[in-house]
């Protein structure tokens, strides 16, 4: 699983950078190919035609670089059953080592076998992201919870650039005791390469985001100088008429406080 888990951080990265990348280079391709074509359609110097024909042509084999780039970061995803269960025993066993003796680490799992569609390696990874984060906020030990529950979303709940649907929900919650963010780090936190860390990487809640994303979800994170942090996603479990769930919960607004 720690070896998937490498490959699949790896990916996660590249697929970024490269997501990235090729937009930036599209935008400078598309128009230097342009510029190739019309040297060559309008040149009188046949000399300088050859040259326009030599520009068009590359810049055309870069914008096919580009896309197969593109179709790479967007990744043939492999959707499975993922469980509530399989997922928090293999974050209990990654975090095993990298949870200090000052850190107290609670799991509550209301109903393990609650499953959904998904990708069992991109949550894992996302959920470690996060923990690693709190641990890594409580230099001086605190505690570290990760909750579950089964919510109910309810219109009002969402933003207005938030395409998602109202329906049940299974929320994740990793909260910690820890440092706390100030606003001005709350707002930055989804930039990418924003760390306030020596040798953090800035990609990790980016990676998180994208994720959640992709499974039709979404994060919301709460945080308190001094008091500690929680970050809370939310993963879709069907449509609003499915089998109600035991104990829902509406959820209302969380904010950055
Ligand atoms: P990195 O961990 O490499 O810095 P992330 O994208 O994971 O990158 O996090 C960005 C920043 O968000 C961190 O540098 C830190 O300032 C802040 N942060 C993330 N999680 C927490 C947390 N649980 N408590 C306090 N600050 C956090």
Do not use: W
């Amino acid at each position: 699983a720690e070896q998937e888990l490498i490959r699949a951080q790896r990916f996660e990265s590249l697929a970024l950078l490269a997501g990235g990348l090729s937009h930036d280079l599209r935008n400078l391709l598309q128009p230097l190919l342009l510029a190739g074509d019309t040297l060559e359609d309008y040149a009188d110097d046949p000399r300088l035609a050859r040259l326009g024909a030599l520009v068009r042509d590359c810049g055309r084999r870069g914008l096919e670089m580009v896309s197969s780039m593109l179709s790479f970061a967007r990744g043939a995803r492999r959707a499975e059953q993922v469980k509530l269960g399989a997922l928090t025993d293999a974050l209990k066993l990654l975090l095993q080592g990298s949870v200090p003796r000052t850190v107290q680490m609670g799991i509550e799992v209301y109903d393990p076998d609650v499953a959904f569609e998904g990708n069992h390696t991109e949550l894992q990874q996302c959920l470690l992201n996060l923990c690693l984060n709190a641990i890594q906020a409580m230099p001086e030990g605190g505690s570290l919870r990760i909750d579950t529950a089964q919510v109910t979303l309810a219109d009002d709940f969402f933003s207005d650039d938030e395409s998602i649907v109202p329906g049940r929900y299974l929320r994740i919650s990793v909260i910690d005791t820890g440092a706390g963010m100030p606003p001005e780090v709350l707002q930055r936190l989804f930039e990418p390469f924003f760390t306030t860390k020596e040798t953090g990487t800035g990609l990790g809640l980016l990676s998180c985001k994208r994720i959640v994303a992709s499974h039709g979800g979404l994060m919301r994170v709460r945080s308190r100088v001094g008091e500690g942090t929680q970050f809370h996603l939310y993963l879709p479990l069907g449509a609003m008429d499915d089998e109600a769930g035991d104990m829902p919960v509406l959820e209302h607004h969380l904010q950055g406080e």
